[in-house]
């Protein structure tokens, strides 16, 4: 029998547990280990994964995505292990631009059929008992996308019980702080990681699914190592957008609790897209605003975007500028019905981005055989989280169709991020305002 490779995946998220999921099952007696940061089920995690809700959608202009999140979809509807946390609650876009026809468009090429379909602005605010109706249809609104098939899942919870079912199928989760990766004597091989406390992890085969923090920890062995080309060179950076919650009072719960997900669309010369979700089972309605942000700093006299280097990001200290931004979603979704809603739990999430919004999902060229990139979620990763590991573990078998070969590659070309309506356009400390002076 030959022996199997030992694997260890830095970072917890829906990129690392999904690649676990599909190596334990399919090399049930590889050694298999997990390392993050935080726990998994600790009460607050730096995962732009861990949340209390994300969009699940196919509602996709590019219809590798839309293909690939139509697979996740069928997953989280029918397999025991994602299906209780699947909630098929329809999505109301607003566009402004052809996405409604793209998508619709998509759908057929596919030939999946749903219940989808663009409406005027008229019929949309009627739709859903009229909580659409105070919403911003300004700045050239062509139609409403109604897609009764998306939703949205509890994402922290299906992370978890994704974990859970890894470690009882044989991954070793580790909790650690992973301070840089470590190379053979010639470097071309990425033999392990060193943590922060000093303990010495080696595997055969490092995936870095380590999200925001890529860049930063690319950097951070590059230095370690004196490998220059390990850095990640401005092909990964790290944006943060803010996220808040009001708590329903009851009158207005009975009204939004049946609602679709809510999406302002906008383009790439306005601004990136807006979201709302549905409550959860906490009476907790969300947004995310429309402020993406880097964090430029200097990292071992490197200049690149990195969350806060604190354990915990600082995730929870949110300024009065970033509560704003959740205030105005908040206007353009509901006008007049928000308006006396308290805004809580706000949160700066941060994920890895790229100038297209494609994943890399690619052997890290420096050590091919040995060092694998698969993060950038791009603020639309999760939900792939069912069929992800399947792709990751192509990649890294080399079976990976060409097609998605070439969109997450480590080096391709990457277009102008100009172009990308959800590229970070601000800089953190341009949005701190008075919480910086605190
Ligand atoms: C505000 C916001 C809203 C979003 N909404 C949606 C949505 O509605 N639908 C959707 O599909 N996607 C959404 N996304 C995108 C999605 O959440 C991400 O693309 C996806 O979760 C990224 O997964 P990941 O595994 O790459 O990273 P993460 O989930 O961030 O996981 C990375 C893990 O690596 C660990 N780690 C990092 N560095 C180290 C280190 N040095 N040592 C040890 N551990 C480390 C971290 O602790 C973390 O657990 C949203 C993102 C944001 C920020």
Redesign the pocket.
Known sequence: MTQQPSYLI???????VSTAYTLIQQYPSAKITL????AFNAPS???????WN???RADYSDIVYCKLALEAQDVFRSDPLYKPYFHESGIFWVCRDDYAKEVLENYKKLGRKADLKAVSVEEAKKLYGGLFEDADYSGGVQNVLINLTSGWANAGDALIAVTKKCVELGVEYIV????TLTFDSSGAVCTGVKTAKGDVYIADKIIL?????TAR?LEQSARSSGKKDISAGGRIVAGG?T?GMATLDEESHKRFKDMPVGVQGYTASTGPFI?SLPPTRDRELKW?GQKIFKNTQNVLGTPLSAPPNTPDYNQWNVSPKLKQDIDYANKVFYGKKGATWKMEKHRI????FTTSSDFIISPHPSCPSSLYVA??????????FPVLGKYIVQMMQGVLEHELKDKWAWDRERPDEKLNPDWPRWEMKELEGERARL
């Open positions: 830095l970072g917890a998220g829906v990129f690392g390392v993050d940061r935080d995690r730096v995962a732009a994964s861990w949340d994300k969009v699940v650690g702080d992973v301070e699914s380590t999200g925001a923090y920890l957008i996220t979201g995310w999430c941060w994920d890895a993060t950038c979620g791009s603020f639309h990763g999760y939900k792939f």
